[in-house]
């Protein structure tokens, strides 16, 4: 079994690989350039796949892609060719969970303007600090994330909602609706969490409607990708106070314009698409891979597989 790869691969990566299968080939390069009959896989992040590249493939079956989102990918493409589409769900639940404990606390605690005092040398206690404890939280996108983030959520004393396309109850969530049917908790919210995935039906998910619906003074924590939000929406509720807060790892363009006006505002924590990274994902994202190699062809015991319609 050929596969071409554009992730860099440590050779006791590879050595993990061919212990899991022995008629592995694995050829790591920077592109996908040349064409080649026998490739019937690709490991990849995902943003150099195009249509283009399928037709170097001819043979082509298996894409796994080294992230969790998709949205980037010709996925009607892959439908029309039969390609398997999978994604590393799972390997981001802890550093990314981490994360927005890191940030919810740094928002109910001025960790900001805490810094700036250190900087500026300034001994003041006169901060607007809260807690976490009975606080309500509206994640929204339930899924494996989500549950990592209500987990950790749940050990301060919140109380956690959920919100998915499915809108089934989940184990974490105290309650859980749908996507559709949002208002209702989101107007009740202390804290909304960004974590769905991106498709044509959640772009401008949180667009100025949404933030209207949303309870005065609410804190909002974005790190599912920049396009699910109208920044332009979100920098208005800011603006007014509608939104308290901010936390945001993810944009519409990356990296964040200078003109943006998210740099300049003083109650808004910016990170650089960080959320995901810790020096244990890759390893963790491998191991997907790995259990992946070891079941293929029987593509029903492969796991993460992506619908190619859902986008997810």
């Known amino acids: 079994m050929k596969i071409i790869s554009t992730m860099s691969l440590k050779p006791e990566q590879l050595d993990q690989a061919k212990a899991v299968r022995s008629d592995l080939n694995i050829e790591v390069k920077k592109q996908f350039t040349e064409c080649d009959a026998q490739v019937e896989g690709l490991l990849t992040y995902g943003w150099d ?18 992230a969790a989102g998709v949205d980037q990918l010709p996925l009607h493409a892959f439908a029309s ?24 606390l740094n928002l109910l605690r001025q960790g900001k303007t805490v810094m700036y005092q250190q900087e ?27 549950a990592a983030v209500a987990e950790k959520c749940h050990a301060f004393g919140m109380t956690v909602w ?28 202390d804290i909304v969490v960004a974590l769905l995935p991106l498709t044509s039906q959640t772009k401008h998910f949180f667009n100025a409607e949404r933030f209207n619906q949303m309870k005065d003074g ?18 208005e509720a800011l603006q007014t106070g509608k939104v308290q807060g901010a936390a945001l790892d993810v944009f519409v363009t990356e990296p964040l314009p200078e003109t943006s006006p998210f740099w300049s505002m003083d ?36 796991i993460n597989a992506i619908n190619l319609e859902n986008g997810y």
Request: glycine content about 8%; some cysteine; charged content about 20%.
């Open 49 to 66: 796949v195009t249509e283009q590249t399928l037709e170097l493939y001819p043979n082509l079956k298996w894409i796994q892609a080294m």
């Open 218 to 235: 609410v804190y909002f924590i974005n790190v599912a990708r920049g396009s699910v939000v109208d920044e332009e929406a979100l920098s």
């Open 120 to 146: 500026q040398k300034v001994w003041s206690a006169k901060l607007k600090i809260d807690e976490m404890y009975g606080k309500t939280v509206c994640i929204v996108g339930a899924g494996t994330i989500g």
């Open 162 to 189: 959920g919100i998915s396309q499915s809108g089934k109850s989940h184990l974490g969530f105290d309650r859980v609706a749908k996507l559709e049917d949002s208002e209702a908790f989101l107007k009740e919210s």
């Open 267 to 302: 109650q808004v924590f910016l990170t650089p698409h960080i959320a995901g990274r810790s020096p244990q994902y890759t390893q963790r994202m491998f191991e997907v891979f790995l259990k992946n190699i070891k079941e293929y062809p029987n593509t029903s015991a492969m």
């Open 81 to 104: 060719k039969g390609i398997l589409l999978t994604n590393v769900r799972g390997a981001h639940s802890i550093q990314m969970s981490e994360h927005v404990i890191w940030c919810i």
